[in-house]
């Protein structure tokens, strides 16, 4: 029996190979029901049975839909994967060559799945909102997954980045100070080695003086001790 699922299996029965409807197959003395209008695909179809506008990621509409992503999240959502779904199938399966036509399969396995299984409207749409819990859930450990990431691979090194920053500005701060250093040192050095330089030169010419003055005095002594 085939194992597709069971949105997939109603829509592809549905519509032909044109998009046109496909004609109803009637049974014996069976009245045809009201067509039922199930969504295009299920949990368990790919972006790709959807319209083009039917979801985010459209061409022209926004990022295009990674299907890894996508099936990552289907596998944990899938309401072929559930034991409504299982129910349902059981009875649907075995209905597999009969004449009878898609809607009135489905709805012949839902009430055998009631009568036998004890499977009710409320049940088959609480199972939805349990996936939809799930979906929450799944999106809320990837968003701690996401802030986890963040915090290691982003914050980190926007730390790391800023500590760098604050070194640079540091040493810009210790640069200057040290320019400012130096420029002191630097007008001190020259103050100090024009100091010197002018203790030399008056040196130099007080000795020279005191030279002339010694050489004259000792030439008056000597004319005089003769």
Same mark, same amino acid.
């Given at each position: 029996?085939?194992?597709?699922?069971?949105?997939?299996?109603?829509?592809?029965?549905?519509?032909?190979?044109?998009?046109?409807?496909?004609?109803?197959?009637?049974?014996?003395?069976?009245?045809?029901?009201?067509?039922?209008?199930?969504?295009? =695909?299920?949990? =368990?179809?790919?972006?790709?049975?959807?319209?083009?506008? =039917?979801?985010?990621?459209?061409?022209?509409?926004?990022?295009?839909?990674?299907?890894?992503?996508?099936?990552?999240?289907?596998?944990?959502?899938?309401?072929? /994967?559930?034991?409504?779904?299982?129910?349902?199938?059981?009875?649907?399966?075995?209905?597999?060559?009969?004449? &009878?036509?898609?809607?009135?399969?489905?709805?012949?396995?839902?009430?055998?799945?009631?009568?036998?299984?004890? &499977?009710?409207?409320?049940?088959? &749409? @609480?199972?939805?909102?349990?996936?939809?819990? &799930?979906?929450?859930?799944?999106?809320?450990?990837?968003?701690?997954?996401?802030?986890?990431?963040?915090?290691?691979?982003?914050?980190?090194?926007? /730390?790391?980045?800023?500590?760098?920053?604050?070194?640079?500005?540091?040493?810009?701060?210790?640069?200057?100070?040290?320019?400012?250093?130096?420029?002191?040192?630097? =007008?001190?050095?020259?103050?100090?080695?024009?100091?010197?330089?002018?203790?030399?030169?008056?040196?130099?010419?007080?000795?020279?003086?005191?030279?002339?003055?010694?050489?004259?005095?000792? @030439?008056?002594?000597?004319?005089?001790?003769?």
């Amino acid at each position: 029996m085939s194992k597709d699922s069971i949105f997939k299996r109603i829509h592809d029965t549905l519509v032909t190979d044109d998009g046109e409807a496909a004609p109803i197959v009637k049974g014996t003395n069976t009245p045809t029901p009201a067509p039922y209008n199930m969504p295009y =695909g299920s949990f =368990g179809a790919t972006p790709s049975s959807f319209p083009a506008s =039917g979801f985010p990621g459209a061409p022209g509409i926004g990022p295009v839909l990674d299907e890894a992503v996508y099936k990552t999240v289907l596998d944990k959502t899938n309401f072929d /994967n559930t034991t409504t779904a299982a129910m349902i199938h059981k009875y649907l399966d075995a209905m597999e060559g009969t004449p &009878l036509d898609p809607t009135a399969k489905f709805k012949t396995a839902l009430q055998q799945a009631a009568r036998l299984e004890g &499977l009710t409207a409320d049940k088959v &749409l @609480a199972t939805f909102d349990t996936l939809k819990q &799930l979906l929450k859930a799944e999106s809320d450990r990837f968003a701690t997954s996401v802030n986890n990431m963040v915090t290691k691979e982003v914050t980190a090194r926007q /730390n790391q980045l800023q500590q760098i920053a604050d070194t640079i500005a540091q040493k810009q701060h210790e640069i200057e100070q040290l320019q400012m250093t130096h420029t002191q040192v630097a =007008g001190e050095l020259a103050d100090a080695q024009t100091k010197v330089s002018n203790a030399t030169t008056q040196f130099g010419l007080a000795a020279q003086r005191r030279s002339a003055e010694i050489d004259q005095q000792q @030439a008056q002594f000597s004319a005089l001790l003769k």
